[in-house]
Nanobody, 121 residues
Framework: QVQLVESGGGLVQPGGSLRLSCAAS????????MGWYRQAPGKQRELVAV???????NYADSVKGRFTISRDNAKNTVYLQMNSLKPEDTAVYYC???????????????WGQGTQVTVSS
């Protein structure tokens, strides 16, 4: 059974920082691109950042210069370092893997359960 488990969310004041982690567990042979998405109340889920298996990255304009995505392929883990947080960053953050190879099985568009990030004074 493959799982994506996020951690690191919480409550932080504006201007503060948080680091999210997402670890893939199970029998993992390889993971293609991994990314972070977020969904605020009443809004659609949106892409925050994505990182390819080779390390190429892409960010939403709203987080460029403040957030950094990285991954540790040996640990099957992706991270999101969030700095200079703003109230509008408040959302549930979801981890995504677009393709996971587990044995002879491929899992596509795989999601974690989400972690809440609240930016408030």
């Amino acid at each position: 059974q493959v799982q994506l488990v996020e951690s690191g969310g919480g409550l932080v004041q504006p201007g503060g920082s948080l680091r999210l982690s997402c670890a893939a567990s199970g029998t993992i042979f390889s993971i293609n691109a991994m990314g972070w998405y977020r969904q605020a109340p009443g809004k659609q889920r949106e892409l925050v950042a994505v990182i390819g298996s080779g390390g190429s990255t892409n960010y939403a304009d709203s987080v460029k210069g403040r957030f950094t995505i990285s991954r540790d392929n040996a640990k099957n883990t992706v991270y999101l370092q969030m700095n200079s947080l703003k109230p509008e960053d408040t959302a549930v953050y979801y981890c995504n893997a677009d393709r996971i190879k587990s044995g002879r099985t491929y899992f596509f568009d795989y999601w974690g359960q989400g972690t809440q990030v609240t930016v408030s004074s």
